[in-house]
């Protein structure tokens, strides 16, 4: 549950592009009036904004040579200030300034690195004229992964995701207190081994040490498994990709127990135990339907996963081309 990739959001961006343009274009339409700015700003405009669009961080005007003609109107955390960086900051070599082509047109740009932030995100601009007819241009960044999140509906969800993490983090440092006492459960028992090498020991007793260590390597990779899947890393539970991966790794982990555990039941058969043989067998055919289901598990999964997304591409696609037949 860590925070999205850069990866994952420049993903989810072109996922969504064209949601992402029709509601930066609704936020311009609704501040692009120069009333807004003039001093004292309309505060009221703006808080509303920042209750309604959470990842909106700045508003500035900039006048036709691209110098800006107001501070930054920071809109972070669901408050307004004016900061006083900004004001008379020459803006004209910014791709939102300088493809801006006329009135009322609204440029956005590609995702890039905040100077201020730090993180991805969009810049959206548009050119308005005011009533006395001086002519501005209304520039709005917003944080993209916030935007992806706010679009997505995760907000809420990733509110919550430091108490999940703590949850998960407890839950993990229990099984590696498991696994440490497992591992001195085995140095005790190799120790007791070596030390009745010479006296009469039931030669099975090797079997149990095995058995311990399969435990104690079984359950380490259960807790590692919910270390990165779900503390560490960024887990997108809108991809099919991702939960699939975390099965995959649950069911691989219980696989390898499985398997080591037949063997040891097998190899005691062979020492003797014939009791052990149906066992071991019933395992073995365990370890191959187990097997064979995560196989089919993963296959279709990953065409299911395939499908949506040439299908979201083909959306993608039809609606370039009907941009581009408008255009003509």
């Known amino acids: 549950m860590a925070a999205m990739s850069y990866l994952s959001v ?50 500035y005007l900039l006048d036709q040579q691209g110098m800006q003609i107001c501070p930054n109107i920071s809109v972070i955390n669901q408050q307004v200030k004016l900061m006083a960086c900004g004001h008379h900051a020459d803006r004209s070599q910014r791709p939102y300034f300088t493809q801006l082509t006329a009135i009322d047109t609204v440029h956005i740009t590609r995702p890039y690195l905040s100077n201020s932030g730090g993180g991805l995100c969009l810049s959206a601009s548009q050119m308005i004229k005011s009533a006395s007819g001086q002519v501005v241009i209304v520039v709005i960044d917003v944080n993209l992964t916030r ?12 509110k919550m995701s430091p108490f999940f993490k703590s949850i998960y983090a407890a839950i993990v440092l229990c099984l590696f207190v498991l696994v440490s006492v497992l591992m001195w459960t085995v140095i005790r028992d190799i120790y007791t081994l070596f030390s009745q090498i010479s006296a009469t020991h039931d030669p099975l007793q090797p079997f149990g040490i095995i058995i311990f260590l399969t435990l104690a390597l079984a359950i380490f990779d259960l807790g590692k498994t919910i270390l990165e899947e779900e503390v560490l890393m960024h887990k997108d539970i809108f991809r099919h990709s ?50 064979v289901g995560l196989g089919i598990y993963v296959y279709l999964g990953a065409k299911a996963e395939l499908l949506l997304t040439q299908t979201q591409a083909g959306k993608h696609t039809r609606r370039v081309q009907t941009k581009s037949d408008i255009g003509d």
């Open 10 to 59: 420049i993903e989810r961006y072109h996922e969504y592009e064209h949601l992402v343009h029709e509601l930066l274009e609704s936020i311009l339409i609704g501040v692009g009036d120069i009333n807004l700015f003039e001093q004292p700003i309309s505060a009221k405009i703006f808080e509303d904004m920042a209750i309604s669009y959470p990842f909106v961080e700045l508003i």
């Open 147 to 158: 935007l992806i999140e706010f679009m997505m509906g995760d907000s809420a969800r990733r």
């Open 242 to 291: 991702s939960t699939r991966r975390t099965i995959t790794r649950f069911i691989s982990t219980i696989l390898i127990a499985i398997s080591i555990e037949a063997l040891l039941t097998m190899f005691k058969a062979s020492l003797g135990e014939k009791q052990y043989i149906e066992p071991a067998i019933l395992m073995m055919l365990a370890v191959v339907g187990l097997l």
